[in-house]
């Protein structure tokens, strides 16, 4: 066999036993399994089964307590950000922005994919001034970030992460850089690993991002979710910013998924903090028992009665025959208006059907009370009944009788 037969031979055969050489390298964005083979102080080295190897942030593999989570030999999932066109090196993880000096470490910095720190010195005319490696660069307004700014003011002064998407050397060069693309990226990884979570009924954390007069949007990690108004608490709702505020976390439910049409738009999340909450009607028939006096709000006038609001998710209705009126009404907006604070007693309680009975008449309050105490009490021991006795008995009587 010839030397030449010899290295194929080697060659197919690591192939077979790495097929993911087979494959080529991972590109941008793909999720990858390996193995750690080193670790330094900045960097560890991953082998990823290819021909090249891949290099991560030593700090993506501590805690927040920056104790190392894994040794040499552990297998680890990551993503690929870039490659290091001068050693072949994939680059993994969240690889941060490095402190470029020169125009040199920018321009290789462009070539290679790499992100560069940058600091925003200006908001002008379409986009931001940034200072990079001490050469000014230029962002567009719609690459600074990935929703729309209204006001770029707030970002100068600010240091972020910023990819160079176009470079043009020379004695006045010209830098273009997008934050939008380092943005992008980390949510496409954070939505891939947030899918294998997905599924109706999964709990999730997420931030609100946006709200609107229909409900609310929320970030639950590198994909979007909405919470109609509806779902937003048991209580009434008549603008999510009563009870939510953008950059809050929250905590959701997963009610719906719609898988979209068109491949290139995303699904459609409906989400719910409802639906995590607890109910409460379960503790209703503790906090609102039968006779005691309540405070409510007045929600909803009907030619029936009123809907009072005992508490967020608890109504009650007050049958207009309850209103406490001294002459007879057509209609209990001739005593009441929406949003009146009142006093009212409660006459009944129905759990499985979610109803609460009132009475703004302290009397019937009273009577309902003690009608409900005698159903509650247990029935009176029956008097014993006279019997004829025994047959003992009925000889003794008799032998006294005779004598």
Same mark, same amino acid.
């Given at each position: 066999?010839?030397?030449?037969?010899?290295?194929?031979?080697?060659?197919?055969?690591?192939? +077979?036993?790495?097929?993911?050489?087979?494959?080529?390298?991972? *590109?941008?964005?793909?999720?990858?399994?390996? *193995?750690?083979?080193?670790?330094?102080?900045?960097?560890?080295?991953?082998?990823?089964?290819?021909?090249?190897? =891949?290099?991560?942030?030593?700090?993506?593999?501590?805690? /927040?307590?920056?104790? !190392?989570?894994?040794?040499?030999?552990?297998? @680890?999932?990551?993503?690929?950000?870039?490659?290091?066109?001068?050693?072949?090196?994939?680059? !993994?993880?969240?690889?941060?922005?490095?402190?470029?000096?020169?125009?040199?470490?920018?321009?290789?910095?462009?070539?290679?994919?790499?992100?560069?720190?940058? +600091?925003?010195?200006?908001?002008?005319?379409?986009?931001?001034?940034?200072?990079?490696?001490? @050469?000014? /660069?230029?962002?567009?307004?719609? +690459?600074?970030?990935?929703?729309?700014?209204?006001?770029?003011?707030?970002?100068?002064?600010?240091?972020?992460?910023?990819?160079?998407?176009?470079?043009?050397?020379?004695?006045?060069?010209?830098?273009?850089?997008?934050?939008?693309?380092?943005?992008?990226?980390?949510?496409? @990884?954070?939505?891939?690993? *947030?899918?294998?979570?997905?599924?109706?009924?999964?709990?999730?954390?997420?931030?609100?991002?946006?709200?609107?007069?229909?409900?609310?949007?929320?970030?639950?990690?590198?994909?979007?979710?909405?919470?109609?108004?509806?779902?937003?608490?048991?209580?009434?709702?008549?603008?999510?910013?009563?009870?939510?505020?953008?950059?809050?976390?929250?905590?959701?439910?997963?009610?719906?998924?719609?898988?979209?049409?068109? /491949?290139?738009?995303?699904?459609?999340?409906?989400?719910? @903090?409802?639906?995590?909450?607890?109910?409460?009607?379960?503790?209703?028939?503790?906090?609102?028992?039968?006779?005691?006096?309540? +405070?409510?709000?007045?929600?909803?006038?009907?030619?029936? =009665? /009123?809907?009072?609001?005992?508490?967020?998710?608890?109504?009650?209705?007050?049958?207009?025959?309850?209103?406490?009126?001294?002459?007879?009404?057509?209609?209990?907006?001739?005593?009441?208006?929406?949003?009146?604070?009142?006093?009212?007693?409660?006459?009944?309680?129905?759990?499985?059907?979610?109803?609460?009975?009132?009475?703004?008449?302290?009397?019937?309050?009273?009577?309902?009370?003690?009608?409900?105490?005698?159903?509650?009490?247990?029935?009176?021991?029956?008097?014993?009944?006279? *019997?004829?006795?025994?047959?003992?008995?009925?000889?003794?009587?008799?032998?006294?009788?005779?004598?």
């Amino acid at each position: 066999m010839s030397d030449s037969q010899s290295f194929e031979d080697l060659l197919n055969q690591f192939d +077979q036993t790495h097929p993911q050489s087979l494959k080529g390298d991972p *590109t941008v964005g793909e999720k990858v399994k390996g *193995t750690l083979i080193a670790m330094g102080e900045e960097y560890a080295f991953v082998d990823l089964g290819a021909k090249s190897e =891949g290099r991560l942030e030593i700090a993506s593999l501590k805690d /927040a307590e920056g104790q !190392l989570k894994h040794a040499v030999g552990d297998e @680890i999932e990551s993503h690929v950000t870039g490659k290091d066109e001068e050693s072949g090196m994939l680059l !993994l993880g969240s690889q941060h922005g490095h402190k470029a000096h020169g125009l040199d470490e920018v321009e290789r910095a462009y070539r290679q994919g790499l992100p560069v720190q940058g +600091q925003v010195t200006a908001a002008v005319k379409g986009g931001l001034d940034i200072q990079v490696a001490g @050469i000014r /660069a230029f962002c567009p307004a719609s +690459q600074i970030d990935i929703r729309f700014i209204d006001d770029l003011s707030e970002f100068v002064g600010q240091r972020f992460d910023f990819r160079v998407t176009k470079f043009e050397g020379g004695r006045r060069p010209n830098l273009v850089v997008s934050r939008r693309a380092i943005l992008e990226e980390e949510q496409r @990884i954070k939505a891939e690993e *947030t899918r294998a979570l997905l599924k109706e009924g999964a709990v999730l954390t997420g931030t609100v991002t946006s709200l609107k007069d229909y409900g609310a949007f929320v970030d639950i990690g590198g994909l979007e979710g909405m919470i109609h108004i509806s779902e937003l608490a048991f209580g009434h709702v008549k603008h999510p910013k009563e009870i939510l505020q953008v950059g809050q976390t929250v905590e959701v439910g997963v009610l719906r998924i719609e898988q979209p049409s068109d /491949a290139k738009k995303r699904e459609k999340i409906a989400l719910s @903090i409802r639906a995590v909450s607890r109910d409460p009607w379960l503790d209703a028939i503790e906090a609102f028992p039968v006779g005691t006096r309540v +405070q409510g709000r007045v929600m909803r006038l009907q030619p029936f =009665g /009123a809907f009072i609001e005992l508490a967020p998710g608890i109504d009650g209705l007050a049958h207009i025959s309850e209103l406490g009126a001294e002459k007879r009404i057509n209609h209990p907006s001739e005593i009441l208006k929406e949003g009146d604070l009142v006093e009212a007693s409660v006459l009944g309680i129905d759990l499985e059907r979610h109803r609460i009975s009132l009475s703004l008449d302290e009397q019937r309050a009273r009577e309902a009370a003690a009608t409900d105490a005698l159903k509650s009490a247990k029935p009176a021991a029956a008097a014993p009944e006279k *019997t004829m006795g025994s047959f003992g008995e009925l000889l003794k009587e008799s032998l006294s009788k005779g004598r």
